[in-house]
């Protein structure tokens, strides 16, 4: 069963294309980032006028890539939210027309359980529950007990800034390109382990996170309020030590605490080279992170999503299903 997802939540427009849940045959991302970078984040108005020209484009090259003709598609999947209204649009009518001329289901999906299910296109056996998920995003930050599909405990999310967001303003401060997470990664590398240590928010909930403090830290250093300002690669990695820290230290907590099975980590922060080792070294558990290319806003997340939530719940959303940009995952 061939199931196409379409995912315009944000800046990203992408489709891909996934056979039974689990074997990836497309994943077409066009990433608008330059567009946004002079603004040094997301303007929305310009997200969803470029979603408009780019994914007819898209669409047709993840066909192309997958083989697919239309007939070949069993289901259409479109994340709904959260995210950017006017973005979530876009996405949301391509595949109600789709649905429409094809005749094929449409799956509304979630745009943080197509995150999650991300991990169900890596090789190898399916992840085993209970799992620990943490989603780390531009826009989300949270810490969620998956107990078998379908079924979400949030344990703690983010009270501020997400992790994500936090470190496109902290690039920004520091005079770095958007999207600052690989920004901050790329000049922090080499550095080592940094001298400086910035402080680690104490939150109420165990499993809170706040990153505002931190953000408004590296700001004061680098007005030099606290003496001369440190260089630039010695505070991202300073900064970035401080948010992974502050994200493994909850994940480990949890798991366990919680007795998981193993830890998921998605979303685009998922793509940090520390954070990725500093759990695997720190984790007594299985630690999945999918490759870059999937922990970045995809199209194929969004397939894989809907297929699960096609089969396993027989989820059909009707027509004139409307987007949801404040949508929960629990
Ligand atoms: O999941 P995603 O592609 O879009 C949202 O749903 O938000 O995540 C984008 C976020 C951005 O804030 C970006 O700075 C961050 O993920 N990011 C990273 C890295 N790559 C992307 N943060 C830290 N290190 C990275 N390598
Ligand atoms: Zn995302």
Redesign the pocket.
């Known amino acids: 069963m061939k199931v196409l997802g379409i995912e315009t ?4 427009t992408a489709v891909g294309v996934v056979e039974d849940g689990r074997r990836l045959l497309a994943n077409v991302v066009a990433s608008q980032a330059s567009f946004h970078a002079p603004y040094g984040g997301v303007v929305p108005e310009v997200a969803s006028r470029r979603h408009v020209e780019l994914l007819l484009p898209v669409l047709e090259e993840a066909l192309r890539q997958a083989h697919c003709r239309p007939a070949d598609l069993d289901a259409i999947g479109v994340t709904i939210g959260p ?1 950017l209204a006017g973005s979530l649009l876009v996405g949301a009518n391509l595949a109600k027309a789709l649905s429409y001329a094809w005749e094929r289901p449409l799956v509304a999906v979630n ?1 943080l359980e197509a ?1 999650i299910y991300a991990n169900w296109l890596l090789p190898g056996d399916p992840p085993r529950f209970p799992a620990l998920c943490l989603v ?5 930050t949270e810490l969620v007990l998956m107990e078998d599909h379908g079924q979400y405990r949030l344990l703690g999310r983010t009270l501020d800034d ?4 936090a ?2 303003k902290a ?1 920004r401060l520091l005079g770095l390109g ?8 790329r000049i922090a590398a080499g550095q080592g382990r940094p001298r400086l240590r910035l402080p680690r928010a104490r939150t109420r909930g165990a499993y809170d996170f706040s990153f505002s403090g931190l953000k408004t830290h590296v700001l004061r250093l680098v007005r030099g309020e606290r003496g001369q300002a440190p260089p630039a690669p010695e505070l991202a990695a300073a900064f ?1 030590e401080a ?1 992974v820290d502050a994200l493994v230290a909850r994940v480990l907590r949890a798991a366990e605490e919680h007795e998981v099975a193993e830890v998921m980590v ?8 520390l ?1 990725r080792e500093e759990l695997s070294r720190r984790c007594p558990l299985p630690v999945r992170v999918p490759p ?1 290319a999937l ?3 995809n199209g194929a997340m969004v397939a894989a999503c809907a297929w699960f939530r096609l089969t396993l719940f027989g989820d059909v959303a009707p027509l004139d299903v409307d987007v949801r940009p404040g949508l929960r995952l629990a």
């Open positions: 939540s944000c800046d990203e995210g745009h995150h780390v995003s531009g826009g989300h997400a992790a994500g967001e470190f496109d690039a958007f999207p600052g997470g690989p920004a901050i990664e970035q948010v998605v979303g685009g922060v998922a793509a940090n080279r954070l870059p922990c970045t806003d």
